[in-house]
């Protein structure tokens, strides 16, 4: 059949773990980690994820104030610049959910795979960005005045 792929189909995982009704930890808070791991720096890994500055700080915020704990530190900047770097408890929090999220791939796999051996895959239909961390940040500025600089 024309326009038929014949690549063997998988199955992906999004996940996201709530920890309670104001704290939840997704792909991209862990994405955001892992790049902060890898360049050293905030600004660098909201580029390299195409997200602001403002909303990798925001991330980085909500994850500190709802674990109760720091998953970065950062140095102020100067002459050789600031920095991010993760901290021990953020490594765990990133290795945890990845653990979780292939626990949970290989688990769909396997309850699947009959799916999969019968050629029942669908055709990939284009999916709109989530935001879903978005609206939760924005739920906790409701009610609350923005105070002007």
């Known amino acids: 059949m024309a326009g038929m792929s014949d690549a063997t189909p998988t199955v992906a995982v999004r996940l996201r773990i709530d920890l309670g009704p104001e704290c939840s930890i997704g792909p991209g808070k862990i994405a955001l980690l892992e790049e902060i791991e890898r360049s050293g720096s905030l600004s660098k890994a909201a580029r390299t994820l195409k997200m602001s500055y403002r909303r990798g700080w925001l991330l980085l915020e909500d994850l500190n104030r709802t674990l109760g704990q720091p998953v970065t530190t950062a140095s102020v900047g100067g002459a050789g610049g600031g920095g991010a770097h993760i901290t021990p408890f ?3 929090v990133v290795a945890a959910f990845r653990e979780i ?4 791939v290989d688990a769909a796999t396997r309850q699947l795979d009959w799916l999969l051996q019968a ?11 989530r935001r879903a961390v978005t609206r939760s940040l924005d739920r906790k500025k409701r009610g609350r005045e923005v105070k002007q600089p």
């Open 90 to 92: 953020g490594q765990h």
């Open 101 to 104: 999220e292939r626990a949970a």
């Open 119 to 129: 050629g029942v895959a669908p055709t990939p239909v284009p999916v709109a960005p």
